[in-house]
């Protein structure tokens, strides 16, 4: 029934596999997205760290023949 349909609708977007994906999350919820979301952008945040620390090692190896 349309009439009951009011929002706020809370939606996690993301991607997979090149495609844009989408789904309702339950208000109930939220937080726990919230938190995953964090904890993603932690690690993002670590990793490339992580990927610019590799780089600086291999410059210093000198593994030019």
Do not use: A, M, Q, W
Not at 35 to 41: S, V, Y
Request: proline share 3%; charged share 40%; net charge positive.
């Amino acid at each position: 029934d349309p009439s009951e349909r009011h929002g706020p609708y809370y939606v996690l977007t993301s991607k997979e596999n090149k495609k844009t994906v989408s789904c309702r999350v339950k208000k109930e919820k939220i937080d726990l997205c919230k938190k995953f979301i964090e904890n993603n952008d932690r690690l993002k945040s670590i990793l490339k760290e992580l990927r610019k620390i590799s780089v600086e090692y291999l410059k210093e190896l000198d593994l030019g023949g």
